[in-house]
């Protein structure tokens, strides 16, 4: 049996030969032969964009990728409480391999025109992706034409190590101007509740282990936000609670044009939204997770809100549409530029 380059190569070869013919031919004869085409690289390997930027009214908002990595999936993390032949038979109906996914991880920026206000920090150093597959948004930020030095505001939808774990770098924090800004209640239940007994597996424990790391030393440039409560003009805090006590969405306006930012009110852009219901591995309180997932899912499609989901594929911006069964991730295209 060949090997699997044997007849590749042939081919190439044959088109190469093929094409300085052609050339050849068209140049009518030259005296010297044409120059031998050059094999074509190695191939570069897959390549995805790390950063997508629109306007939003005076605003601007830039997403950036925090980690690429495939991981098991999305059962249990979405449809724990199903059986995972449901899940993976939406995967497929989907065109989604079945037990893989790639979540995204996705901080925003938003430029207000006064203030340049970072949502969410990835997982840095230590978080839920560990570098090299995640922690991205450090080395990011750069290419998608930001300084750390330049980010006036870190707002933290909820205090999991994949939202807080780029907050340091080196144990300093990598936004040195930055004041921070988080749920009121979230703060308080991080920095009140001992899960020094749970299980280093468990999430609580890292959460709590990340708190003392890279919140605890900067707690005094934290300000707290109720729901309703404004984070900067334009900018207001949603209460989504479930997958966390505080956790918090954003609703953000300028010039009549909105946006939410829904932090982990999905961790998966089909099944969460086909099945708001099914529990996630990650909710602190299931049923409180989902009534918030209908809640949030809801006002989005009726107000036809466009979405930043941290968790959503990259760029991770889309859109809810009410479908037959529950609701349906519509990804960006070209809405903010018509
Ligand atoms: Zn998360």
Redesign the pocket.
């Known amino acids: 049996m060949m090997s699997p380059s044997g007849p590749a190569v042939t081919r190439r070869e044959a088109l190469a030969a093929g094409a300085a013919l052609a050339a050849g031919s068209l140049l009518g004869g030259c005296e010297s032969p044409p120059d031998p085409i050059a094999a074509p690289p190695a191939p570069e390997g897959p390549a995805r964009p790390s950063h997508y930027r629109f306007r939003l009214g005076d605003f601007e908002v830039t997403t950036i990728s925090d980690a690429g990595a495939v991981i098991d999936g999305p059962w249990p993390i979405v449809g724990e409480d199903r059986e995972p032949a449901e899940v993976e038979r939406l995967m497929r109906e989907n065109l989604l391999p079945e037990k893989k996914f790639r979540p995204g991880?996705t901080p925003m920026l938003v430029h207000t025109g006064r203030e340049l206000i970072l949502f969410d920090t990835g997982n840095g150093p230590a978080g839920?992706v560990p570098r090299p597959y995640g922690g991205w948004l450090a080395e990011q930020l750069g290419p998608a034409g930001f300084a750390p030095g330049q980010v006036d505001v870190v707002v933290l939808s909820?205090l999991?190590p994949?939202?807080v774990g780029g907050m340091m770098e080196n144990g300093k924090p990598l936004f040195p101007r930055a004041r921070y800004v988080t749920g009121q209640v979230e703060y308080d239940h991080w920095s009140s509740t001992d899960y020094s007994s749970a299980s280093p597996e468990e999430n609580v424990y890292k959460t709590s282990r990340l708190f003392q790391s890279n919140v605890a030393p900067v707690a005094d440039r934290f300000s707290f936000v109720r729901p309703d409560g404004e984070v900067a003009p334009g900018i207001h805090a949603i209460a989504a609670y479930g997958?966390t006590p505080g956790h918090l969405a954003f609703h953000l306006e300028s010039r009549g044009k909105r946006l939410l930012f829904w932090?982990?009110c999905a961790?998966h852009e089909v099944a969460s939204l086909a099945h708001p219901e099914w529990h996630a591995l990650?909710d602190m309180d299931k049923e409180a997770g989902a009534r918030t997932r209908r809640r949030i899912y809801q006002m989005a499609a009726e107000e036809r809100i466009p979405v930043v989901g941290?968790?959503t594929s990259f760029p991770s911006v889309g859109f809810v549409q009410k479908a037959s069964s529950a609701y349906r991730w519509v990804s960006v295209t070209y809405q903010f530029d018509a």
């Open positions: 991880f839920f909820h999991h994949d939202h997958h932090g982990d961790h990650f941290y968790h």
